[in-house]
């Protein structure tokens, strides 16, 4: 198969009476000899003669798609992205919420007080003998742990705490592989998963 493209002038013109259609084109022919004539209307045999004897050539009846000029692609352009700006989500609303379910508490847990929190929480103080902390999200204490852990979030960052009792999703943590920075403690495929400084160490 062979394909070619041409770029093609076109005239379009409509016709509401033979004479005065026939004078424009004798009056305009040298013109139009080089245009494809785009016709809307009734071409009778006077009409169809006449084109054919000037050698014009021509179509009649067909809707020609059309050129978009700059100004109405821009414009085009503009809607869309208007359009994206308001159908996109917004991200700000899930930091939000990460926000509000974080709660920082930087006062001493101290003996016979237990915190409960249902959400997130980093605990910027130690939890003495005999104090406890019961959380649903994640945990974060930065500080020595002597009293009771519970915690059911993702995770969970500890140091070494020789004397605390540490459980996570109903796992007792063994402090013994815990070292003295900051450890992540997270259960994965049913194991516990303590990656300290340089290495990750695991038990089922």
């Known amino acids: 198969m062979e394909?070619?493209?041409?770029?093609?002038?076109?005239?379009?013109?409509?016709?509401?009476?033979?004479?005065?259609?026939?004078?424009?084109?004798?009056?305009?022919?040298?013109?139009?000899?080089?245009?494809?004539?785009?016709?809307?209307?009734?071409v009778n045999a006077a009409i169809e003669n006449y084109l054919k004897n000037k050698n014009l050539k021509y179509i009649t009846n067909v809707e020609l798609p059309k050129t978009k000029n700059r100004q109405n692609v821009e414009k085009e352009f503009e809607e869309k992205k208007e359009l994206a700006k308001e159908t996109a989500p917004e991200p700000q609303e899930v930091v939000e919420k990460i926000q509000d379910n974080l709660k920082v508490i930087d006062t001493l847990v101290r003996s016979g007080q237990e915190l409960k929190i249902a959400g997130d929480l980093l605990l910027l103080n130690r939890v003495n003998s005999g104090g406890s902390v019961n959380i649903e999200g994640n945990l974060i204490i930065t500080q020595l742990v002597e009293g009771s852990i519970r915690c059911n979030g993702n995770f969970m960052m500890i140091k070494a705490s020789p004397k605390a009792n540490i459980v996570f999703h109903d796992v007792e943590v063994d402090n013994a592989y815990l070292k003295e920075r900051l450890n992540r403690v997270e259960l994965k495929n049913n194991k516990i998963i303590i990656t300290p400084v340089l290495k990750e160490t695991s038990w089922e």
């Open 3 to 42: 394909t070619k493209q041409y770029s093609v002038k076109v005239f379009e013109a409509t016709i509401a009476d033979e004479s005065e259609f026939i004078a424009f084109f004798d009056k305009n022919y040298l013109f139009f000899q080089h245009h494809l004539i785009s016709i809307h209307g009734v």
